[in-house]
Every structure is written in C-alpha cells, then in structure tokens.
C-alpha cells in the first residue's frame, strides 16, 4: 500500500525516534510505501519543499508558526493549514494514489485535507485520536460553549465531528477514550472506534550504576535519595497549582528528591515557586535535548505524571511510556475521568490518586519510598511490551483496513 500520515507536527529526523515516526517504521517493515506531510514553520525561514528520508518521501509544507507562539497566531495557523497541506499535495503527490490515511489529532482541522484524499483517490481513512478537541481546552478556561468564545467552540465542534465521520477506523488511546467518543458522539458506529493506544519500538534506554551516578552529579541530583522526576510540557493540563501544593508537602522529606524538567506557559509559576521556597530536595529545569533527558529520566527512580482535576475528557499522557520504557514506577495524580491511574495500579507497576487530594498525593510518595522500586519498575516494563509496541499498533489498524 502507499500510505499518507499527516501530521502538524515539524519533524526533523524522520529516522529518529516517535510514538508517530515508530509506527510508521512498522509500516515500511510490512513492505508499504510511506509518504508524510508535516510542518514547515514560518519561523523556520525556509519554502515548502520534497526530500527522501529514512526511505519515506517527506513533504515538508510552510505554515504559519504553531508551536510557542500566541493563541491568535497559532489558532489563525490551524484554520488555515488544510488550505495549505491540500495545494501542497496537489503540487507535489498529484501522481500518487494513496490506499491509507493516517492522521493524528490535534488538530481536528485535518478534516479537509482527509476529504480530499480519500474523494481523490478512494483512499481508506484511519484516526488516530490522541486528544479529544474542542472539549479538552473547554475544561481547562481555555473556551467556551457561550459567548464569544462559544463561537469558536462550536466551530471546531462541527470540525471535529466530520472528522469523526469522514474517518473508516477511530484508534483511542484507551477504553475510556471509546467510552467517551461513543457516549458524547451517537451517531459515530460503535465497531468504527477501538483501542489503538499510544505505542512505541521499544529501546535499550536503561543505564549502569556507574552512569546513574554520573549523570545524578552532572546535575547536582543527590545521590542518597530516591527521586521522582517530572518530565514534559508545564502548562494548564498539567494543573500547575495542584503540583505546587503537592511539593509543599514534600519540602521536609528527607528520603524524597523532586526533579522537574520542562517548558511551557506555567513554567513562570514553577519557577517562583521554586526561587521562593529554595528547598534542598527539589530541582526544576528547562527542557532538555531528547538524549540528555532520557539519560536523566534513567537515572531517576520514580516517573510522575499530572492532569488538572478539571477534565471531563480521558487525556492518556505518552510520557507513561518513557517512563516505563526507563524501567520506572510512575506515580499518577490525575482527574478521575481518565483511566490512565487504573491502567497503572491495575498493571502493579505504580501508584494513583486524584488531582485535587494533597494528602493521597503525600501517601503514594510515602508508599513508593517502602517499595522495591526496581522490581515494580521491571513489572512495567513488562506491561508496556505486552501492550505499547508499534507493532502491535500497526497490526491492530492492518488488520481492519
């Protein structure tokens, strides 16, 4: 088959590793042709253009900028980049008859440009739903379904709903996605939606004793202590004021070390919480190069994963893998819509509770410093090979399609 992914996303090294880049790997190993469009953002001063990668033909298609920018820009970016994906691919693949799309939410502006492939070509259309849009930034302040803002809501509603439509096959991230898709969209078929999650080919990323130490005093982590690492965007989904009081509660903890390292619109709050209380078991820093920060996530003891209290919506971070990838129990704290913390005590291989709940917080540290963390950790690497390949991803959306 010639297959399509399209994404929003830049991609700079097609032959690197990604929860995206991974599952197409499996799709070239199974003898398909792959073809991608991504973004080419104007900050990156540079024209749309074509090249072979890694054995994939990449169309790299200028847009507006999307990723640190404002929210006019970046929302002016996504309404228009269909427009602009479509003409590009009109120019570029107007001789290549796709069998397969495969497209990533978000965004759920997609839908145009699906349309016009699977009209074109009669191509098979497969979604694969890694957030639920408008609802998810509606929970969070960031729209309304009134007002002004309603508009929007509304606008992006219909988007997503005829992306639902347009689509032959839903992958969810979890069962509590199907649940969801099923439940708040009745018209979409109940055999269309399954559970085809976040997946990855999985890598040797475990480190010695000797280089657990090494990379603890590059970054003056304390090598006496048990630490649990945050890794990832730092903005309103993570629900910063809840991780804020939780860390307050951890301040006089003398076993634990907090280590957060990211970026995003919340960082500010982080950082003057940290400048103000200047605890000596706790540590934030900016997002680092992939292979430090995996070398780092390595090194640590307890992955940590956050979700605002306020989501109706059941978010499935992709960072679980890289923690149990690392061989690291996660500790979850999350909103109770979610089925990422039942996925995690279920499977053995950590600890949950809800966002809004200090004290359970302070328990599941307290219940993580008593356990034998390298075996539980081991026991989510298990987990996640039984079921988060990229393999098993690209046979579950073969095997319908």
């Given amino acids: 088959m010639k297959v399509l992914f399209v994404s929003i996303s830049p991609i700079a090294d097609v032959g690197g590793h990604s929860i995206s880049l991974d599952l197409l790997r499996e799709?070239?190993?199974?003898?398909?042709?792959?073809?991608?469009?991504?973004a080419l953002e104007r900050k990156q001063n540079m024209e749309t253009y074509l090249s072979d990668e890694a054995g994939c033909k990449v169309l790299r298609v200028k847009i507006g900028n999307n990723k640190k920018t404002g929210v006019i820009e970046k929302g002016i970016t996504t309404v228009l980049l269909p427009s602009?994906?479509?003409?590009?691919?009109?120019?570029?693949?107007?001789?290549?008859?796709?069998?397969?799309?495969?497209?990533?939410?978000?965004?759920?502006?997609?839908?145009?440009?699906?349309?016009?492939?699977?009209?074109?070509?009669?191509a098979k259309t497969y979604l694969v739903l890694k957030d639920i849009f408008p609802q998810n930034a509606v929970d969070i302040g960031m729209m309304t379904k009134h007002g002004v803002k309603g508009i929007l809501y509304k606008y992006f509603r219909r988007k997503e709903k005829k992306l639902y439509a347009i689509s032959d096959r839903i992958?969810?991230?979890?069962?509590?996605?199907?649940?969801?898709?099923?439940?708040?969209?009745?018209?979409?078929?109940?055999?269309?939606?399954?559970?085809?999650?976040?997946?990855?080919?999985?890598?040797?990323?475990t480190i010695t004793e000797e280089q657990k130490l090494e990379v603890r005093?590059?970054?003056g982590i304390p090598l006496d202590k048990k630490v649990f690492v945050y890794g990832g965007n730092l903005g309103r989904p993570q629900g910063i004021p809840f991780i804020i009081e939780c860390l307050k509660t951890q301040i006089n903890n003398p076993d634990a070390?907090?280590?957060?390292?990211?970026?995003?619109?919340?960082?500010?709050?982080?950082?003057?919480?940290?400048?103000?209380?200047?605890?000596?078991?706790?540590?934030l820093m900016k997002r680092l190069p992939k292979e430090d920060y995996d070398r780092m996530v390595a090194a640590c003891d307890?992955?940590?994963?956050?979700?605002?209290?306020?989501?109706?919506?059941?978010?499935?971070?992709?960072?679980?893998?890289a923690y149990m990838q690392a061989e690291l129990p996660v500790l979850a704290s999350t909103d109770p819509n979610t089925d990422i913390g039942k996925v995690i005590v279920d499977g053995d291989f950590g600890w949950w509770c809800e966002s809004d709940d200090i004290q359970a917080f302070k328990k599941c540290v307290d219940d993580a410093l008593k356990s034998d963390l390298k075996s539980v950790g081991k026991t989510g690497f298990k987990y996640l090979e039984d079921h988060y390949t990229s393999k098993s991803a690209y046979e579950t959306i073969i095997s319908k399609l």
């Fill in 27 to 38: 799709f070239k190993k199974g003898g398909h042709e792959v073809y991608i469009v991504c």
């Fill in 84 to 122: 602009r994906y479509i003409k590009a691919i009109k120019k570029y693949f107007s001789d290549i008859k796709f069998d397969l799309v495969l497209y990533p939410t978000p965004p759920v502006t997609h839908y145009a440009t699906v349309k016009y492939i699977k009209k074109r070509d009669n």
């Fill in 171 to 205: 992958g969810c991230m979890s069962q509590a996605n199907v649940d969801y898709v099923l439940k708040h969209n009745p018209e979409v078929p109940e055999d269309k939606v399954e559970i085809c999650p976040n997946a990855i080919e999985i890598q040797n990323v």
């Fill in 217 to 219: 005093r590059k970054y």
């Fill in 257 to 283: 070390y907090f280590l957060v390292v990211g970026d995003g619109t919340e960082y500010g709050k982080l950082e003057t919480f940290f400048n103000s209380v200047n605890a000596e078991n706790m540590k």
């Fill in 302 to 321: 307890v992955g940590m994963i956050f979700l605002d209290h306020r989501f109706t919506i059941p978010n499935f971070p992709s960072r679980l893998l």
